[in-house]
């Protein structure tokens, strides 16, 4: 057994009591009550998941395992001569909910190394798909065709025990893990760059691999391993993540769960919003003739959006009532290596403009920048400019997260999820007090 491995079954024995007694002495308690609003709204705020990978405060933003993003930046081992830590170190963060040491991290990552081999017929199945499919339908298709190397459904068969079923799901986990980066990479190289192909170097690190079968020079690799620890995970209730945790608790294996998620992720309201900014700025960008907009300007941009129907992409959230602090860090990020890019200027000059806008606009709830706001200007600037491609990058890193989270699903044995549906008139009847 692996070393992370062996501390996970560690971490799994030492948690399934606390869930076991709340279960069983603690099971009536309320967490609250469901409004009509909820039911009808897409049951904003209604307490009735469980996760301990991540937790959104609304004003505070993420932790992963209770490390905010930059203690998360801060604590983690980093590659040598690397700004950002190792993705693989995240990794064992999110699994154990424990800091890692180097070594642990060194094991982790060689891991990878012996699982990452991707079948031929993935590529098989890429090549043979249109040439104007969306990446994000390559995506989950490439993920989807893998389905028949799971473990959990071997073992599943063979009728292991439902208190070990956790453990085939990490071997999954891990096989999907460590073939995504070249996954992803293929998916570009194929679509945007003739068919050439970089192989990958097993010496690189998870982050490091993916810029160099990119074909992206430094700083790249750093602003892989920030991308895909920003994008890892977001507490359970958003639509990729939920979509995750549903599928799999049907005991449908992490392939199919992952490529669910990766269609869920999909959406303009959650990842392509980040595809949707960079179109926004890129359409205000024509109309200016490529100057950067003062104060003025840019506010009459965004006002036509809105007076339009549509929303301001990038800004407002379900469950921040702040700026996200993943916009926070990838602007930092910006300041550093890009502070003079037209795009980010443009960026920046929304962040002075947006929030007084939506506030005075009087609808969204959150007036504030979120992730996608700042990360594909980014992408554009180290000539990632084919847009439909940031949701990939967005999927790699949110499978972390979701992997994880199904793991614990298993270990903690959470049943298959089916809430209860009314009809409009029930609804009709208990708003009459019938
Ligand atoms: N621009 C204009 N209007 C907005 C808005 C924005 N950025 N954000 C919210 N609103 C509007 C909503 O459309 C809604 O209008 P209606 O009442 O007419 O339907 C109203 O404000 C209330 O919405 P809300 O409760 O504040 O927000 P929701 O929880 O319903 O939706 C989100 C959250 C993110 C879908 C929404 O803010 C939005 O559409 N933002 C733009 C798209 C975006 O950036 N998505 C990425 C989110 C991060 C991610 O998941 O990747």
Same mark, same amino acid.
């Given at each position: 057994m692996s070393k992370l491995k062996e501390k996970l079954y560690e971490k799994i024995e030492g948690w399934r009591p606390r869930t076991t007694k709340l279960l069983k002495e603690h099971g009536d308690v309320k967490l609250?009550?469901?409004?009509?609003?909820?039911?009808?709204?897409?049951?904003?705020?209604v307490k009735c998941l469980v996760t301990d990978i991540s937790y959104l405060d609304p004003f505070e933003g993420i932790r992963f395992r209770g490390f905010t993003i930059p203690e998360v930046l801060e604590k983690l081992p980093r590659p040598p001569g690397a700004e950002i830590p190792y993705v693989e170190g995240f990794i064992y963060l999110l699994l154990t909910g424990d800091l890692p040491t180097e070594n642990e991290v060194k094991e982790v990552a060689e891991e990878f190394k012996v699982r990452r081999k991707v079948p031929a017929y993935v590529f098989d199945v890429l090549n043979a798909m249109p040439a104007?499919?969306?990446?994000?339908?390559?995506?989950?298709? $490439?993920?989807?065709?893998?389905? &028949?190397?799971?473990?959990? +459904?071997?073992?599943?068969?063979? @009728?292991?025990s439902k208190m070990d079923y956790w453990d085939p799901t990490y071997e999954d986990a891990l096989n999907l893990l460590a073939k995504l980066p070249e996954i992803g990479a293929y998916i570009y190289r194929?679509?945007?760059?003739?068919?050439?192909?970089?192989?990958?170097?097993?010496?690189?690190?998870?982050g490091g691999n993916f810029a160099h079968m990119m074909g992206i020079d430094k700083p790249y690799d750093d602003l892989s391993r920030l991308y895909f620890i920003l994008h890892s995970d977001?507490?359970?209730?958003?639509v990729s993540a939920h979509t995750g945790h549903l599928v799999a608790s049907?005991?449908?294996?992490?392939?199919?769960?992952?490529?669910?998620?990766?269609?869920?992720?999909?959406?303009?309201?959650?990842?392509? $919003?980040?595809?949707?900014?960079? &179109?926004?700025?890129?359409? +205000?960008?024509?109309?200016?003739? @490529?100057?950067?907009p003062d104060?003025?300007?840019?506010?009459?941009?965004?006002?036509?959006?809105?007076n339009s129907g549509q929303v301001i992409p990038g800004y407002g959230h379900a469950v921040l009532?702040?700026?996200?602090?993943?916009?926070?860090?990838?602007?930092?990020?910006?300041?550093?290596?890009?502070?003079?890019?037209?795009?980010?200027?443009?960026?920046?000059?929304?962040?002075e403009v947006v929030p007084d806008i939506l506030q005075e606009h009087g609808k969204a709830k959150n007036p504030w920048p979120n992730v996608d706001a700042q990360s594909g200007v980014i992408q554009w600037y180290y000539?990632?400019?084919?847009?439909?491609?940031?949701?990939?990058?967005?999927?790699i890193g949110r499978s972390i997260g979701v992997l994880s989270n199904i793991v614990w699903d298993r270990a903690l044995g959470y049943p298959i999820e089916r809430p209860k549906s009314l009809t409009t008139k029930m609804l009709e009847d208990i708003a009459a007090g019938k």
């Open positions: 609250g009550d469901v409004t009509i609003t909820q039911a009808i709204g897409g049951m904003r705020g104007d499919s969306h990446p994000m339908v390559m995506f989950s298709s $490439a993920l989807l065709s893998m389905q &028949r190397e799971s473990v959990f +459904v071997k073992q599943y068969k063979s @009728g292991i194929k679509k945007y760059r003739e068919g050439n192909i970089i192989p990958s170097d097993p010496n690189l690190d998870w977001h507490e359970s209730g958003n049907a005991l449908s294996d992490s392939f199919y769960a992952i490529s669910a998620m990766i269609n869920g992720l999909a959406g303009p309201l959650h990842g392509l $919003a980040n595809e949707e900014v960079l &179109r926004w700025i890129q359409g +205000v960008m024509e109309k200016m003739g @490529g100057k950067v104060k003025e300007e840019m506010k009459k941009f965004v006002w036509d959006t809105l009532r702040k700026t996200d602090p993943r916009y926070t860090a990838q602007r930092e990020f910006c300041l550093k290596h890009l502070p003079d890019d037209k795009i980010f200027q443009y960026v920046s000059t929304l962040y000539g990632i400019r084919e847009y439909d491609f940031y949701t990939v990058l967005f999927g």
